[in-house]
């Protein structure tokens, strides 16, 4: 059984492969016209095309406090649908990049993935006889990258299974396999992808079987440190839009916009009155008057900035 710590590694390796972060991106959207997965979101990218988005974004609609869980449940019967349209939802796309702020949706997505990735992958380790952190980790790669089931079975068949090559034997053959698979895809995107493989293989070479730490990925480095670092959080900037925006962040504003003598409903929902609001304050001190609540306007009506 793995460590936390081990567990941690290993989850990190593969969140800088899908988002090029030691903890992953919890914002990031992605949507390109050779994926077949289509609209892509979160620490480890889920899809819109394999129904994963769905469930995701109806788990955070559902969670306690979610701030954007008003906006995004109108898109629920959409990503339900697996509509297309959703791959270049401007509007959809911003809301899923705010909502990925949300300490409710990281905390939904750490739950989620673990139940639909991490979990699965560590089962199927089991099942194939691979105990070590770092075999975990090549299923667990496959798990989220796609086709570890296809791959498996076609290592099995050409060099045997874990029981009767050994574990180490039998990931470096699955790597070898995997890596062929990847570079003669007629998918140019999983042909970017060889990398993952070669990084893995890497490892192998080092004989880090246990992941021990510190490990350097793709020019990161993952430790202590940057497994147990806290997030920091941006905030949004607030401004008028369709749905309109909003959650606490938008109740700090209304109530800081009430104390210098605004008179509004302290009601988290950013519309006109707010903007009619923020952009008489803005005019008062001689800020650009756009509306939209940035570093200056934040720090004028002394809102913290975390």
């Not at 988005?53 to 788990?59: A, F, P, R, W």
């Given at each position: 059984m793995l460590t936390d710590l081990q567990k941690k590694a290993v989850q990190a390796i593969v969140n800088i492969f899908e988002t090029g972060k030691v903890l992953g991106d919890y914002s990031n959207v992605t949507s390109h016209p050779q994926d077949p997965g289509g609209l892509t979101y979160g620490r480890s990218q889920t899809t819109l095309n394999s129904g994963n988005?769905?469930?995701?974004?109806?788990?955070y609609c559902n969670a306690v406090n979610a701030e954007f869980a008003a906006q995004l449940t109108s898109y629920l019967p959409r990503l339900k649908n697996k509509d297309r349209g959703l791959n270049n939802d401007q509007n959809l796309h911003n809301i899923l990049r705010q909502a990925g702020k949300d300490a409710v949706m990281q905390s939904v997505q750490d739950t989620f993935f673990d139940r639909i990735y991490w979990n699965p992958s560590v089962n199927s380790a089991n099942d194939q006889g691979i105990q070590t952190a770092l075999g975990v980790a090549v299923v667990y790669d496959s798990v989220i990258h796609g086709s570890w089931a296809k791959m498996c079975d076609r290592t099995n068949e050409r060099f045997g299974t874990v029981a009767n090559i050994g574990e180490q034997t039998w990931i470096k053959h699955y790597i070898s396999v995997r890596r062929d698979w990847l570079a003669n895809s007629n998918n140019s995107l999983l042909r970017k992808t060889v990398y993952r493989m070669d990084i893995l293989q890497e490892i192998i070479n080092s004989q880090n079987w246990d992941l021990a730490l510190p490990l350097t990925v793709r020019g990161l480095i993952i430790n202590d440190k940057s497994l147990n670092e806290q997030f920091s959080f941006t905030p949004r900037s607030l401004r008028l839009q369709q749905p309109f925006?909003?959650?606490k962040d938008v109740v700090e504003l209304q109530k800081a916009l009430v104390k210098v003598g605004f008179q509004m409903a302290v009601d988290g929902i950013f519309g006109p009155a707010t903007d009619k609001a923020v952009k008489q304050f803005q005019k008062d001190k001689d800020l650009i008057v756009d509306g939209i609540?940035?570093?200056?306007?934040?720090?004028?009506?002394g809102l913290i900035t975390h």
């Open positions: 988005l769905h469930l995701l974004i109806k788990d925006m909003q959650g609540v940035g570093t200056q306007t934040r720090e004028l009506l």
